[in-house]
Structures are given as C-alpha cells and as structure tokens.
C-alpha cells in the first residue's frame, strides 16, 4: 500500500500536466492519481445537474403529462428539494467506511430510481421517485467534493474545486440539448429521463478503480477514524458549533432567496415571454456555459485573491442579477441571466469549498451533506413562499424578487468566515476531540 503521507505530499516532478479544456480553460497541474479522481469523482455531479434541469426545463410538459394542478407545482416542488434532508443518513458512512466505497453505493441507487422516474404513472409516484434519487444524487456529490479537496494540492484547491462544479454543471448543459428535443423524443420527458441511463451505468464500473482517499487512509492508520455512524454527525455539531451555524445559515439564506427564481425561469420564459423550449434550450446551453465558467473563475480568483472577499462580492452580485432578469424586457433578458447565473455558481462554489476546508477528515462528508441539507430546506421554503407570494401579488417575478431579500443577507455573514485559500486542510480544520 502507497503511504498516504507521499501521496499527500507528492514530488514536484511528478507526472504533473495541465489539460487544456477548451471554453473551461486549463485544468490544475495535476498529478496521474489526482486527475483519475477529479474525473470520476465529477460524474456525481454531472448526473444529479441533468437530473435538476430536467425538472426544471421541463416542468411544463411533466405538468401537462402528469395532470399536475398549477397550485400543486410549488408544493411538489419543494417536497422533492426535501428528498436531499435525507442524504445525511448516507454521508457519515463514508466517514466511517471510506469515501470510494459510498461513492459506487449511490450511483447504483441513484440509477435505479432515475430510471423507475421515467415510467411514474402519476404525480404521487413521480415525486416519492424524484425524492430517493435526490437522497442519492446529494450523497454522491457532498463527497465527491470532499474527495477532491482531500487529493489536491493546497495552492489548486479552490481553482479545482471550481473545475468540478462547472464539469458537474455540464450536465446542465446536456439536459438542454436533449429538452430542445422534448416534441420529438419518444415518450417526451420520460425520455429524457431513460438517456440518462446509459452514461449512468458506464460509470459504475469506472468508479470500481477509484482510490481511497489518502486523508481518509492516513486517519485510519493513526486510529483518528470515527467507529460509529453517529459520531461523524456528533462531532460535527459539537467541535466547530460557530462555523457550522454560520454555514448552515448562508446556505438557508442564499437558497431560500434564489431557488425558486433558478427553478422557474424556463417556465416563465415560456409562460411570460412566449419562448418556445428550442429557444429555451439554446440560451441554457449557450449561455449556461459562459455561466458555468464563473465556476472556475471563482475559484481561480479565491485561490489568489482569498475565499471570503470573493466569496461576498459573489453572493452579493448574484440577486441583484436576478432582479434583473425576472424584470427585464425583451432581449435584454439574456445577458442578464447569463450574468445571474455566472454569479450564482461562482458564489455556489464558494461555499461548496468551505464546507470542505472549515471541517476535519472524520466528519468532512457529513459536514457537505449539512450544508445540502440547510440548502434543501430553504430552498423548500422559497418554493413553498414563491407560492404564498404569488398568491398574494398574481405575479411569479414580483414573487421571486421580493424573495431575494433573504439571498442579501448571505454575504454579510460570510464576510465574518476565517481565510482558507492555500492553507493545508489539518492548518484550518485539525481534529478535534469531542466523542
């Protein structure tokens, strides 16, 4: 067996390249291993991005197909969100067992439920399916993220951290190229859903040849592993109480202020603005991927520049943007969300790398599925809010502006977060002893 401390602490010279990845950029120069991990880990987010997108970009045919009622999309909506609470009964397994082992457990979860979606003969089923996927989808991506702020070097982190989420993003991408398709596609959205299982089940075998994580290895040969489920999910909420209040809290607030606005847009497009789901389709391609690149610059820039000043400018652009773009008219709605969504997933990827470096190994998983969990329920609650709102002004872009308020409250409390950037993980987050 390699010892974890090399690993950790590879050789300058060794095996390092930079790949160049046409509109994302450069990867990181990194090392044979670390690039073996960086791509597998990004297909957990890759599919559970083709997955949201599709609910969203084809939430008005899956309304029509299933006879949902127009007051029954907020609820269901959120009830679907809430299938990521449950991503926290998974997480602290793979603090105990290992991060590789978790990981080829929920994509064959999340396989199958993706797959019993695409034959939901009703609105009921179509949710309780939706659900479970997402408690696998959840899991899968809170430690791939872990498992790539674990390999990396210091100096690259955010700048991979970034990379993996506008990989991850990707999947958006493909699900709009597939929804310009909708009318065509035999069986219509169920289709969509069927594609998604062929990449799927190529991807189980490829995750076999995964490597543990070195951290991981290292803890568990100086007996710092935790033993017992519960107690990644005690030490969490015991060893770093402030940090992990002001994460939750910004990750509630950002999401219960935007979530509704990113869900709903294709459907106000189409509702409001007339588009048809072709021309849908080709802004969330074309201009999703100069969004997504805000991924990447974020990171790039929160390696240089540090996380918390880039970190808030991000998080305070990002609602004003979507301000703009549920009240802008005509064409000038294009730009406007483009650089709404370029904002959002920078100050997205932030907080993604956060919830990595602000917690130790024994319990880093369960501290990312914590800060999806806060995520969910917020983003829950502006659904369920968007409703109430809508209901009480008849409009769903006074709804969703009215809901950023919470969004603008999330930067001024990460202004108070402790600097991170080029800081080796056990430096900003060292064990703790609190069992």
Not at 28 to 52: C, E, H, L, M, N
Not at 113 to 129: K, S, Y
Request: glycine share 8%; hydrophobic share 50%.
């Amino acid at each position: 067996m390699t010892d974890p401390a090399v690993i950790l602490n590879p050789p300058e010279d060794e095996d390092r390249k930079s790949i160049h990845l046409g509109f994302l950029g450069r990867t990181p120069p990194f090392t044979k291993r670390q690039r073996r991990v960086f791509w597998i880990a990004s297909t957990a987010g890759f599919f559970d991005q083709y997955d949201r997108a599709l609910l969203s970009l084809a939430l008005k045919q899956i309304q029509a197909g299933l006879k949902i009622a127009e007051s029954h999309i907020g609820p269901m909506l959120s009830l679907i969100r809430l299938g990521y609470l449950l991503s926290l009964l998974m997480t602290p397994f793979a603090d105990v067992f290992g991060r590789r082992r978790l990981l080829l457990y929920t994509v064959v979860g999340y396989t199958i439920f993706t797959g019993l979606i695409a034959i939901a003969p009703n609105e009921r089923t179509f949710v309780a399916f939706q659900i479970i996927a997402r408690a696998f989808a959840g899991a899968e991506a809170a430690i791939a993220m872990v498992i790539v702020a674990e390999e990396v070097d210091a100096a690259y982190r955010g700048w991979a951290i970034g990379l993996l989420s506008a990989v991850s993003s990707s999947g958006y991408g493909l699900a709009a190229i597939v929804f310009a398709f909708v009318n065509t596609i035999p069986y219509g959205w169920r289709g969509m859903y069927a594609i998604a299982l062929i990449p799927l089940v190529v991807v189980i075998p490829l995750r076999r040849v995964l490597p543990e994580s070195a951290r991981f290895e290292k803890e568990k040969l100086e007996g710092l592993k935790p033993v017992k489920i519960w107690e990644p999910v005690a030490r969490l909420y015991t060893a770093y109480p402030r940090r992990l209040v002001m994460m939750l809290s910004i990750s509630f607030l950002s999401n219960m202020g935007g979530n509704a606005s990113g869900f709903l847009f294709p459907k106000f497009l189409q509702d409001a603005h007339h588009w048809s789901p072709a021309n849908v389709s080709m802004l969330f391609f074309f201009g999703g991927a100069l969004g997504i690149v805000g991924s990447i610059v974020a990171g790039r820039m929160s390696d240089r520049f540090g996380r918390r000043v880039m970190g808030t400018a991000f998080l305070f652009l990002a609602p004003l943007f979507t301000i703009w773009m549920y009240t802008a008219s005509g064409w000038s709605i294009v730009p406007a969300w483009i650089l709404g969504t370029f904002f959002d997933f920078a100050g997205n990827m932030i907080l993604s790398a956060y919830s990595a470096e602000l917690f130790p190994t024994s319990y880093r998983s369960t501290a990312g599925s914590a800060l999806a969990i806060a995520g969910t329920t917020g983003g829950a609650l502006g659904l369920f809010f968007e409703g109430v709102l809508y209901n009480l002004t008849g409009s769903l872009s006074r709804a969703v502006c009215y809901l950023t308020v919470f969004w603008m409250i999330a930067p001024a409390i990460l202004w108070f977060f402790p600097e991170t950037s080029g800081r080796e993980l056990e430096e900003i987050s060292p064990e703790a002893n609190v069992i």
